[in-house]
């Protein structure tokens, strides 16, 4: 049985029309999906779950995995990895180190991110992982670890291969991990320009055109080749004087994936134009704080006879402009509630409505951990549950 719990949160404007999601701008590629990553919502998409190659986007997964075995000190910025013959005549893109250089980890990372070179990409890639081939199983490990379901890897760089594919979600996936998992790390993403010393200075911007254009953008990378066509993970971040009636954060972060456009202006300008719409047509609300209680419900065959439902992080969503004070939530759930519950279970969702149409939806866990009653207590509420 479905238990709906309605909670009116403001009706300061009464309104019997029916609310209309914003429709996102028209956009030039072959896939796309806008999220925002302060609510973990997303805002548009297309073809989000189609196969795509990546190209150099490939190269945030390198880069999650270089970034790990730095937090995890296995590796520093300032150790110097070997310049292998493969790394050396890796075609594409490229950062023109050669076998003579002993590189720093930091360059590497610079000549990876801003330059997407191929033959530091690989430098990283054996520094890390032994050599390649080993690198691209933790590759393919990783993707698995963070849900990365329809996404195989076959190599470091991104070079075109059988079998090395991704999608829309996947990317967005990756990107918002990297971005939550090493904070440390990604300003290397907004570095505009590069040039380890004593290479050609040819290739020494970054080809994230929206760095040079918005000041809101910090991040993240391009990719392109002739199957892929030119794409673009980017993400920015834009400050507000308050988030709500609860507020909280003085900023929203938002990131956007743009797969297979025709050209490098083309890849910049779809971007911008999906981060443009996305910070007009929505406004961040937080409905409840970190920690706070959305609905206590009752537990069966627990020591505790309730459970608090909600969000560690509090519940912030992004809805369409305008709609704020006129929207209603209720709580969605199953019932009976039966222990043990594991605490940041998922147990629930909370709907978000304004004009009875659903214009956000957010996942609520147990706060707390509830564990199973003893022996009399769970005979005691099986009685109850079986006369009910």
């Known amino acids: 049985m479905k238990l709906v719990l309605q909670c009116v949160l403001a009706l300061l404007v009464a309104s019997a029309a029916q609310a209309q999601a914003p429709q996102p701008p028209e956009i030039a590629a072959r896939a796309y999906m806008l999220l925002d990553v302060s609510a973990q919502q997303v805002l548009a998409a297309k073809d989000a779950d189609s196969p795509v190659e990546p190209a150099s986007l490939t190269k945030l997964m390198t880069a999650y995995l270089v970034f790990d075995a730095l937090k995890s000190g296995k590796i520093s910025l300032g150790q110097?990895?070997?310049?292998?013959?493969?790394?050396?005549?890796?075609?594409?893109?490229?950062m023109f180190i050669d076998p003579k250089m002993q590189v720093p980890v930091e360059d590497l990372i610079k000549g990876m991110v801003v330059q997407s070179g191929n033959d530091a990409t690989v430098a990283l890639a054996e520094g890390v992982g032994g050599d390649v081939a080993h690198f691209v199983q933790m590759m393919n490990a990783q993707a698995q670890v963070l849900g990365m379901q329809s996404?195989?890897?076959?190599?470091?760089?991104?070079?075109?291969?059988?079998?090395?594919?991704?999608?829309?979600?996947?990317?967005?996936?990756?990107?918002?991990?990297?971005?939550?998992?090493?904070?440390?790390?990604?300003?290397?993403?907004?570095?505009?320009?590069?040039?380890?010393?004593?290479?050609?200075?040819?290739?020494?911007?970054?080809?994230?055109?929206?760095?040079?254009?918005?000041?809101?953008?910090?991040?993240?990378?391009?990719?392109?080749?002739?199957?892929?066509?030119?794409?673009?993970?980017?993400?920015?971040?834009?400050?507000?004087?308050?988030?709500?009636?609860?507020?909280?954060?003085?900023?929203?972060?938002?990131?956007?994936?743009?797969?297979?456009?025709?050209?490098?202006?083309?890849?910049?300008?779809?971007?911008?134009?999906?981060?443009?719409?996305?910070?007009?047509?929505?406004?961040?609300?937080?409905?409840?704080?970190?920690?706070?209680?959305?609905?206590?419900?009752?537990?069966?065959?627990?020591?505790?006879?309730?459970?608090?439902?909600?969000?560690?992080?509090?519940?912030?969503?992004?809805?369409?402009?305008?709609?704020?004070?006129?929207?209603?939530?209720?709580?969605?759930?199953?019932?009976?509630?039966?222990?043990?519950?594991?605490?940041?279970?998922?147990?629930a969702k909370l709907r978000v409505l304004s004009g009875g149409v659903q214009v956000a939806e957010a996942p609520l866990v147990a706060l707390e951990a509830v564990d199973p009653a003893g022996l009399f207590g769970r005979a005691w509420d099986a009685m109850r549950l079986w006369i009910q």
Request: proline share 6%; net charge positive.
């Open 151 to 347: 996404t195989g890897y076959k190599n470091p760089e991104g070079l075109t291969e059988a079998g090395h594919t991704t999608t829309a979600r996947d990317l967005a996936t990756l990107a918002t991990r990297l971005m939550a998992d090493f904070p440390q790390y990604t300003g290397y993403y907004a570095i505009k320009k590069y040039r380890y010393p004593g290479t050609p200075a040819a290739n020494d911007t970054n080809r994230n055109l929206l760095l040079q254009r918005d000041p809101s953008v910090d991040g993240l990378k391009t990719g392109y080749t002739e199957a892929a066509g030119y794409c673009m993970v980017a993400t920015a971040r834009r400050d507000y004087a308050s988030l709500g009636a609860k507020g909280g954060n003085p900023s929203r972060r938002l990131l956007s994936i743009v797969l297979g456009t025709t050209n490098e202006n083309a890849r910049a300008n779809e971007s911008q134009k999906l981060l443009n719409w996305g910070f007009s047509a929505f406004e961040p609300v937080r409905l409840f704080d970190a920690g706070q209680a959305v609905v206590t419900v009752k537990v069966w065959k627990g020591a505790a006879s309730t459970v608090r439902l909600g969000q560690p992080g509090g519940v912030m969503l992004a809805l369409p402009a305008g709609t704020a004070d006129k929207i209603t939530t209720e709580v969605v759930r199953s019932d009976p509630l039966v222990a043990p519950i594991a605490k940041g279970q998922v147990l």
């Open 80 to 94: 110097k990895f070997p310049v292998s013959e493969r790394a050396w005549k890796m075609p594409g893109s490229r």
